[in-house]
């Protein structure tokens, strides 16, 4: 049976922007385990649709049922609550939880908390569940002179490379996103922005990486289809990965669960494995810029909600601690990985401003699911990532024109 479009499946009224994920009540007709799909019967209608292979399959209390889909309380007749989201142009469901939710949908201005009362990371003076604050820890927000030095050695090496990898004047400097739906979409607004910004090298290419329904743990396994897209990409833009230098990456999991050390130990695994994929990939692949999410406090599903949103700094933040050995901040370990350090930090508390820069989150820079930015979120992360490229001591020799 062929899979049907996205609009068939919804019961709940857009209000606004495109969807991009939404939760359903269904019934289960047939479970596929081996093909991984479910028919189900949705709003009087039956529909076929595919289960990403790492969905979250949970009973009615939210636990997880440990024999996924092959669980014996998936059987015809069943009630569940699916979260779907788009990838490509079919329907993914990412999240199967039994029982049925109230999904009645309820005006925009009256969906999600404007403000969770977390304080951002950068001006955290408290601990929270256990985390000092600071992007760098110890209320630090800057690198400490170890990492400071570090990436100016490395970003000394940064230069236009040939299709091979060699250094050539008439080779190029690839910066690339690696990340989920979210990321492509604010990635692809900062690369039309960035290229027609008079001050950026011609020596740059930017390539946007990203793609829906691909978090970290989609990436994760070295052959994941995530890869060979992101091959693709490359190739339509005429690099190489040879000439791949920088890489953002926006750092989410889909629909996870647990405390903070739960989630965000997964989280911090996960980009590990992800950034140990592309450095065997892209062999010159000299620095690593990670970000955290946007504010979730408007989210309607279980994609990525706060605080889960909020709480994966930490492990953005764990992963450039490890760089240290154990009790030592003076010195690197040494590796064959690239150096990671913090790009642009993008939560704050809603409506809340931020000190630094009076950077907040309204409703209206959501689309209806309230966790994919609407065109205003999109343009806010952009310009936060050309800031923080032209202007951040190391990048803006390799960002701007000589």
């Not at 996960?270 to 989210?299: C, E, H, Q």
């Not at 279980?302 to 601690?321: D, G, T």
């Not at 930090?345 to 989150?361: C, E, Q």
Request: with cysteine; hydrophobic share 35%; aromatic share 8%.
């Amino acid at each position: 049976m062929l899979l049907r479009t996205i609009s068939s499946l919804l019961v709940i009224t857009l209000v606004s922007g495109t969807l991009l994920a939404f939760e359903v009540t269904a019934v289960i007709k047939k479970v596929d385990p081996d093909k991984g799909f479910l028919i189900v019967n949705a709003n009087d209608k039956e529909r076929t649709v595919r289960v990403d292979k790492d969905a979250k399959i949970l009973d009615e209390n939210g636990k997880i049922l440990a024999d996924g889909l092959k669980s014996k309380e998936l059987k015809e007749g069943v009630v569940v609550s699916l979260t779907i989201e788009r990838e490509g142009n079919e329907p993914l469901i990412k999240v199967i939880q039994l029982g049925k939710k109230n999904l009645n949908p309820l005006p925009q201005s009256s969906i999600g908390k404007t403000s969770f009362g977390f304080k951002p990371l950068t001006e955290l003076a408290e601990k929270y569940q256990g985390e000092d604050g600071g992007l760098y820890g110890s209320g630090k927000n800057e690198p400490p002179d170890s990492l400071r030095s570090a990436s100016a050695k490395e970003t000394y090496i940064i230069r236009p490379l040939n299709t091979d990898g060699n250094p050539s004047k008439a080779g190029k400097i690839v910066l690339v996103s690696i990340s989920m739906s979210n990321a492509t979409q604010e990635f692809s607004m900062f690369k039309k922005i960035a290229d027609s910004d008079e001050e950026k090298s011609s020596k740059l290419t930017i390539v946007d990486c990203a793609q829906g329904g691909q978090a970290m743990a989609q990436w994760a396994p070295p052959q994941a289809k995530a890869w060979e897209e992101a091959e693709r990409r490359l190739i339509n833009a005429k690099v190489t990965p040879k000439q791949v230098q920088i890489a953002w990456i926006k750092l989410a999991n889909v629909a996870p669960m647990g405390n903070l050390l739960e989630h965000g130990k997964k989280l911090q695994s996960d980009t590990l494995t992800v950034i140990k994929n592309a450095k065997a990939r892209y062999p010159n692949l000299r620095i690593v810029y990670l970000s955290s999410r946007i504010y979730g406090g408007y989210a309607t599903s279980k994609l990525n909600p706060e605080p889960y949103a909020y709480e994966s700094a930490f492990a953005a933040r764990w992963l450039i601690q490890e760089q240290f050995p154990v009790n030592s901040k003076t010195e690197l370990k040494v590796t064959e990985l690239p150096l990671l350090l913090w790009g642009p930090y993008l939560w704050a508390d809603g409506i809340n401003p931020r000190k630094s820069d009076s950077l907040i989150w309204e409703r209206k820079d959501f689309t209806a699911d309230g966790t994919h930015p609407s065109d205003s979120g999109r343009r806010k992360v952009a310009e936060q990532l050309l800031k923080f490229f032209k202007t951040n001591p190391q990048t803006k020799s390799w960002f701007l024109k000589d």
